[in-house]
């Protein structure tokens, strides 16, 4: 059942087209990502849906938990430009975000010891890390208890054990029932959280579907990527169809691994000699690229 549905929104910066009437909806209880470079519009979006900014066009429309339309639910969002006040302890912002919001917070604690800060209480918000400051701000977001979490690049230059952390706590809160709506450019982060994905490229809405279902829709089920220690030009590989050249490595999908396969893959080896050769089962990764290069030409 959905609790967002968005409808032909439209959104202009000047003369700059942010937005192109974009249409999707996000399901209740699901993680919903929005996957694209920057610029693509990612975070305009998740400011309409907050009701941060207008819109020029089209609509956003919630609905409750019996389908039937009506204001917006309780949300949280975490931002990129954070902005706490950092004299204050953890214990003292999360009482400040209670009284805010006219409620007592609820019990919190549970999400402080999964991320390994409830000793931090007493600490002050400004002699905490980068992603410690994180993992407090996504903790303040849920004083209010709400419906839906916007984050807007929960994890956007954190190491890689933080950011697993914010992972696992993004899955927690979806396993209590809360909606996520997320944006990313980090591809592996759509493809390990969201049940659904919306690619989006220079304003426009790609695909919405499950990573499994945009993987398959655009046959990609092996990539094999080739680099070359001195660039062997494309002509090597025209048997093969959309050929893709990026970062120094050419590469292609293919729809199975078999003789035929193998041998064109000996020929160009013994030919010319690459530096690298794989074969990988295809990711979103493979089909970001390919589809988003697709807009750009």
């Not at 070359?228 to 050929?243: H, L, M």
């Amino acid at each position: 059942m959905k609790i967002i549905s968005v409808t032909g929104l439209q959104k202009k910066y000047g003369n700059v087209q942010a937005l192109k009437g974009i249409s999707f909806e996000v399901g209740r209880g699901e993680i919903f990502a929005m996957l694209g470079p920057n610029g693509s519009g990612k975070t305009t979006t998740l400011e309409i849906l907050l009701g941060l900014r207008r819109h020029d066009g089209g609509k956003v429309e919630h609905f409750d938990a019996k389908g039937q339309a009506g204001p917006m639910p309780r949300v949280g969002a975490v931002f990129q430009g954070r902005v706490y006040y950092e004299s204050l302890t953890v214990s003292e912002l999360i009482k400040y975000y209670g009284e805010l919001y006219r409620a007592p917070p609820p019990d919190i604690s549970r999400y402080l010891d999964m991320v390994n800060l409830k000793e931090k209480l007493d600490t002050q918000y400004g002699n905490l890390s980068g992603g410690q400051q994180q993992q407090i701000a996504i903790i303040l977001a849920l004083v209010n208890d709400p419906e839906v979490l916007f984050f807007d690049e929960p994890s956007n230059a954190l190491d890689p054990q933080v950011r697993l952390k914010i992972w696992d706590l993004i899955r927690k809160l979806k396993s209590e029932g809360k909606t996520i709506i997320f944006t990313t450019h980090y591809i592996e982060e759509a493809e390990a959280l969201a049940d659904r994905v919306s690619i989006l490229s220079k304003g426009e809405l790609v695909i919405t579907d499950s990573p499994g279902n945009i993987i398959k829709k655009y046959n990609e089920n092996y990539t094999v990527e080739f680099s070359f220690e001195k660039d062997a030009g494309a002509g090597v590989f025209n048997r093969f169809s959309d050929v893709r050249f990026r970062d120094g490595i050419y590469s292609f999908s293919v729809d199975a691994i078999d003789g035929d396969l193998m041998q064109a893959l000996t020929e160009i080896s013994d030919k010319h000699k690459p530096s690298r050769i794989s074969i990988g089962k295809s990711s979103l990764q493979s089909v970001f690229v390919k589809i988003t290069e697709e807009k750009v030409a």
